[in-house]
C-alpha cells in the first residue's frame, strides 16, 4: 500500500500545533513533532546512497529525538542509539532517504496505535512540490491566521519556551526571531506559496482552513478535515490540551478557546499593528482581516528600523542549524516567486 501522509503547513504561530494536537486525538491519526526532515536533514537527503551504515543509524537517532523530545533537542541524540540501531536492522528495504522517512513516520504512528500518520512542520509550505515528489500520495492542510495574531503570537514565543524549561538557546532563538517586519513578510510568503499550491493542486491533495473558523466553529471545521483525510469525525478531537502557547492563561487548559482570536488587538502597539499592515493589508483583506488604519509612533517606529539590522543578523545565527542550505532557505521563504 502506498505511503500517504498528512502535512499541517502554514505560517509558523498560525494554529499548526494546535491543529496537531486536535487531529491526533482521533484514533486513527498521529501527527508527528516538527521534522524539518526537508532543511535539518538537508546534507543527509542529498548523500543518502552514499551513507555509511553508522550514518543511517545517526540519522535515524535524530528523528527519534526530535519526535520524543521535539525539534529544540535535536543534538541530543545519543539517548536514543539503541532504538535507532534496531530499527535500522528493521528497515533494510530503507535504501532512499523518502523510504526511511517513510518508514520512521509509519512506525511513529504505529506507536501510537495509530494507522494514519503526518507531519506539522509549517515551513514545509514552501516545500510542497518536494514533498509530492517523495510521497505523491501526501495531503496538505494549511492553516491560515490573522497576521497581526501570527506578529502577536511570534513577539511572546519566547516566554512560551521559557516557561516549557526549553534549551536556553531556544529561548534566547525565539526572541531575536521576531520583529514585525520580517515576521510580517514571512506572514505574506507564507500566503502567496499556499494561494499558489491551492491554485496547482486539486481539492483532495490541499485544504485550507482559517484559525479563525477553527476556534468559531470548530466542530463543522473539523467534520470537513475528516472528510478530506478519509476518516470519520470524532467527538474526543474537540478535548485538546493547550501547550506552548503566547498566552499565559491558556496553558494548560483544554478545549479550542476562542477568545485567543483577539488579544492582539490590546497587545500589540500601535507601531506593529501599522508595520503589519502597511506589509499585509491588501492581501490580508483578501483573506478576510479588516485593517484598523492604525498610525505608527515615529519614535517606536525609528527604534525599530534601528533594531532591524541586528535583528537579521542574530536570527539568521541561531537559526543555522534548522535551515540546512541557508541561501536555498532564505530563497524559499522570503524572496518572491512567481506563480
Not at 518536494?130 to 503570537?153: E, G, M, Q, W, Y
Not at 502557547?245 to 494548560?252: F, L, P, R, Y
Not at 517606529?301 to 543578523?313: G, M, Q, R, T
Request: net charge positive.
Amino acid at each position: 500500500m502506498s505511503f500517504s501522509p498528512i502535512f499541517i503547513v502554514g505560517n509558523s504561530r498560525s494554529g499548526t500545533t494546535l491543529l496537531a494536537r486536535v487531529l491526533s486525538k482521533h484514533t486513527q491519526v498521529h501527527i508527528l513533532n516538527e521534522t524539518h526532515f526537508l532543511t535539518s536533514y538537508e546534507e543527509q537527503r542529498k548523500s543518502f546512497v552514499q551513507l555509511e551504515q553508522q550514518e543511517k543509524i545517526d540519522l535515524i537517532n535524530l528523528f527519534l529525538t526530535v519526535e520524543y523530545k521535539g525539534i529544540n533537542y535535536q543534538n541530543k541524540h545519543h539517548e536514543y542509539s539503541k532504538e535507532a540501531k534496531d530499527l535500522f536492522a528493521r528497515c533494510a528495504e530503507c535504501k532512499t532517504f523518502p523510504s526511511l522517512i517513510a518508514f520512521l513516520f509509519k512506525y511513529a504512528g504505529e506507536k501510537k496505535g495509530k494507522t494514519i500518520c503526518g507531519d506539522q512542520t509549517p515551513a514545509h509550505i514552501f516545500y510542497t512540490e518536494d514533498i509530492l515528489k517523495f510521497f505523491p500520495n501526501a495531503k496538505f492542510i494549511n492553516i491560515v491566521r490573522d497576521p497581526r495574531a501570527v506578529l502577536l503570537s511570534q513577539k511572546n514565543k519566547w516566554k512560551a519556551a521559557k516557561k516549557m524549561h526549553q534549551p536556553l538557546r531556544e529561548v534566547v532563538r525565539a526572541f531575536f526571531n521576531y520583529h514585525p517586519i520580517t515576521t510580517s513578510l514571512l506572514w505574506k510568503r507564507g500566503i502567496e506559496a499556499g494561494t499558489r499550491a491551492q491554485s496547482d493542486l486539486s481539492p483532495n491533495v490541499f485544504h485550507t482552513i482559517q484559525f479563525e473558523q477553527l476556534l468559531e466553529d470548530s466542530e463543522a471545521v473539523l467534520q470537513k478535515l475528516c472528510s478530506f483525510i478519509e476518516v470519520e469525525f470524532e467527538s474526543g478531537m474537540l478535548d485538546v490540551n493547550v501547550s506552548m502557547s503566547s498566552n499565559e492563561t491558556d496553558e494548560g487548559k483544554k478545549g479550542i478557546r476562542r477568545e485567543v482570536m483577539n488579544h492582539w488587538r490590546k497587545r500589540l502597539s500601535e507601531t506593529e499593528i501599522f508595520i503589519s499592515e502597511r506589509i499585509n493589508g491588501e492581501l490580508a483583506e483578501k483573506e478576510g482581516y479588516q485593517r484598523t488604519h492604525v498610525k505608527a509612533g515615529i519614535f517606536s517606529l525609528l527604534s525599530y528600523s534601528c533594531y532591524f539590522p541586528i535583528h537579521l543578523v542574530m536570527a539568521f545565527l541561531f537559526n543555522m542549524s534548522r535551515t540546512g542550505n541557508p541561501i536555498s532557505y532564505i530563497s524559499k521563504k522570503m524572496i518572491p516567486h512567481n506563480h
